[in-house]
């Protein structure tokens, strides 16, 4: 069709252009609203599970015999923000390799996950942790002794790695 | 001796209503709006302060008082300083008129509900009085110095001309029929529902609606602080409490106009039956709580509804609005007296 008219005012009809019943349209619109199902999620009560795809706070995986990072340092070298500080040590164990000191600034990470896409060993994993919250600088900055997590815990990242990376 | 009661009655009432409207009405309109919007937009709205949240009001005004009170270098500070107390002063002062129920006899005295309800010109006050509510947003757009704020508040003042002049004519109508300027007179007419003004007065009562809106600033005629254009218009630039003045007057207007068109239209405090269905007697105590409930509920519902529309009309570009004003409403509130001039005259 061809609009020949050129202004919105022209198109409208005359009810329309009297506004009042289409305001009052819209409002019976709103007014069904107010009855139907709320989305809110009350959250410290009601705490969001999220799913596999979920990139949290990254974690070393800790296996039964101990950390699977050998220190190679690529984490680190890669980390868009400088956040990762690994220092290597030998071991008697079959890595030879593993991180004396491991640490993540966790003021500096940006959730970006390119550490745990770079590791050969599938030794960082971001895990679902989201609720981080530190009183002081230095607390931000995460050891080895909070990054650690059993890999029972990391099963959902883990397989949807396998299936996606 | 007599003069020094008087005053002292007069002073009684005056903060006890001040209180009670200020305090209550200001404080739970703000609830009501968080509560409403959330609704409309499937949110629950606050409800950690208090039970239901009621108490969420009070816990915003005590973050304003906390907080820091910035005054831009350029400002005018004094006008910068006066503008929130004029928005707020005027938006409570109209309170000085407003009847709440009939009066009450106690013993041989008779004692009015309201500070000076029986003020002759009770209506042309009020219109004064909305009327200076105006300066108080100029002057805060024009003393903040900047751009946005000035704009916002010539919006304002544009926005008040092109509006009071229809809602003026459109209340001729209520007064042709009343005969009266005083809101008692004009309430006590109005005694039973079918005799309510907005029965005769429909098109008056839609015309005041609509100017009501664009006098108290609220969407869709909230064109001096349309936030996507001027960020915050007249008060970009107030902070803590003064923007907490601001705020408050919004709310003290809303309940202002929603009191005055009940007054006008809806039968103020007057019951919606005759007053003897509840078998209660004129001038005693029962009766003026029932009708001061009666009442607030009125105004209540009316509160509700401001909030409703803000929540479902988008706000109007501000050549919508003057052309509404101007080619609209104007000679329809003028129809609109000649109507009630020509029904009152056949019906003589
Ligand atoms: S976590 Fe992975 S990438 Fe980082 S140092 Fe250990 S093995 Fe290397
Ligand atoms: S997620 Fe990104 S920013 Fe955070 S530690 Fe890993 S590489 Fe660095």
Redesign the pocket.
């Known amino acids: 069709m061809n609009i020949r008219k050129n202004s919105e005012a022209e198109r409208l009809s005359f009810w329309e252009k009297l506004y009042l019943p289409e305001i009052a349209k819209g409002m019976g619109i709103t007014f069904r609203q107010m009855f139907k199902p709320k989305f809110t999620r009350q959250y410290p009560e009601e705490v969001w599970i999220p799913t596999g795809s979920y990139r949290g706070r990254?974690v070393l995986v800790n296996e039964d015999d101990g950390e699977r990072c050998v220190a190679c340092g690529l984490?680190s070298r890669?980390?868009?923000?400088l956040?990762?500080e690994v220092q290597a040590a030998e071991t008697d164990r079959d890595k030879e390799r593993y991180p004396e000191k491991f640490e993540?600034n966790m003021l500096r990470?940006?959730?970006?996950?390119?550490?745990?896409e770079v590791c050969p060993e599938e030794a960082i994993v971001m895990s679902k942790d989201y609720d981080l919250v530190f009183t002081s600088q230095e607390e931000a900055i995460l050891g080895k002794d909070k990054l650690l997590v059993h890999i029972s815990k990391l099963q959902d990242r883990l397989e949807f790695l396998r299936q996606y990376k | 001796m007599d003069i020094i009661w008087i005053l002292l009655e007069a002073l009684i009432k005056a903060v006890v209503i001040l209180n009670l409207i200020l305090l209550f009405a200001a404080a739970l309109g703000v609830w009501a709006e968080r509560k409403v919007s959330a609704w409309i937009q499937n949110r629950i709205g606050p409800n950690r302060v208090g039970p239901f949240g009621l108490l969420q009001p009070f816990a915003d005004v005590f973050k304003l008082f906390m907080k820091e009170d910035l005054i831009p270098k350029a400002a005018d500070k004094t006008f910068h300083r006066i503008a929130p107390i004029i928005t707020l002063g005027i938006a409570i002062s109209v309170y000085a008129v407003i009847p709440f129920a009939d009066d009450v006899k106690i013993g041989d005295k008779i004692y009015q509900m309201g500070i000076a309800p029986d003020l002759n010109i009770g209506i042309l006050f009020v219109l004064a009085l909305t009327s200076v509510g105006v300066y108080g947003i100029t002057l805060a757009g024009w003393s903040s110095n900047n751009k946005y704020s000035l704009l916002g508040g010539l919006r304002s003042s544009a926005q008040m001309i092109s509006y009071e002049l229809s809602m003026g004519l459109a209340l001729v109508g209520v007064l042709m029929i009343a005969g009266s300027l005083s809101l008692n007179e004009i309430v006590s007419k109005q005694d039973v529902i079918w005799r309510w003004n907005v029965i005769f007065q429909p098109l008056g009562f839609i015309l005041f609606l609509v100017s009501s809106f664009a006098e108290t600033n609220r969407t869709p005629f909230d064109l001096p602080e349309a936030e996507p254009e001027l960020v915050g218009g007249y008060n970009t630039e107030y902070s803590g409490m003064k923007f907490g003045m601001f705020f408050l007057a919004e709310y003290a207007n809303m309940a202002t106009s929603s009191a005055i068109i009940v007054l006008l239209y809806f039968g103020g405090w007057q019951l919606p039956f005759p007053a003897d269905w509840l078998g209660l007697q004129q001038g005693s105590i029962a009766l003026a709580v029932a009708q001061f409930i009666n009442f607030m509920l009125k105004i209540a519902i009316l509160v509700f509804f401001f909030i409703w529309v803000r929540w479902t009309v988008p706000r109007f570009r501000y050549d919508q609005l003057m052309n509404l004003g101007w080619k609209v409403l104007l000679p329809l509130a003028l129809l609109n007296v000649l109507l009630t001039a020509v029904g009152i005259w056949l019906l003589k």
């Open positions: 990254p984490c890669v980390c868009p923000a956040a990762i993540i990470c940006i959730y970006c996950g390119f550490c745990e």
